[in-house]
Nanobody, 126 residues
Framework: VQLQASGGGLVQAGGSLRLSCAVSGRTASRYVMGWFRQAPGKEREFVAAITKSGPSTYYADSVKGRFTISRDNAKNALYLQMYSLKPEDTAVYYC????????????????????WGQGTQVTVSS
């Protein structure tokens, strides 16, 4: 499976962006999917995840209430709607997928995902 993230850009603090991740090669419904981000000099960190059919989601505390993860399996797509962006949200955002990741604490770990998109830069200016 291949993942292609898009939608990043430069936005002022308080603004919004919507990231998309296109899934190809396999049907998206086979995969638990998530968003991670990595700021310069920092480790890759969990942002949000969604179950294969989408009824359940999980968010990092730092984005809860501001970000919404969703998916459209008919379109083989994953989304991350980001509101009230802060300068500390600045990072490269990656979409990730795995067919066997169990839903739980391991969902938050980058090592639980075998497939990654190339990343899209989000920059929030103050």
């Amino acid at each position: 499976v291949q993942l292609q993230a898009s939608g990043g850009g430069l936005v002022q603090a308080g603004g919004s962006l919507r990231l998309s991740c296109a899934v190809s090669g396999r049907t998206a419904s086979r995969y638990v999917m998530g968003w991670f981000r990595q700021a310069p000099g920092k480790e890759r960190e969990f942002v949000a995840a969604i179950t294969k059919s989408g009824p359940s989601t999980y968010y990092a505390d730092s984005v809860k209430g501001r970000f919404t993860i969703s998916r459209d399996n008919a379109k083989n797509a994953l989304y991350l709607q980001m509101y009230s962006l802060k300068p500390e949200d600045t990072a490269v955002y990656y979409c990730a997928a795995d067919p066997t990741t169990a839903w739980g604490q391991q969902t938050l770990l980058p090592t639980s995902y075998n497939y990654w998109g190339q990343g899209t830069q989000v920059t929030v200016s103050s």
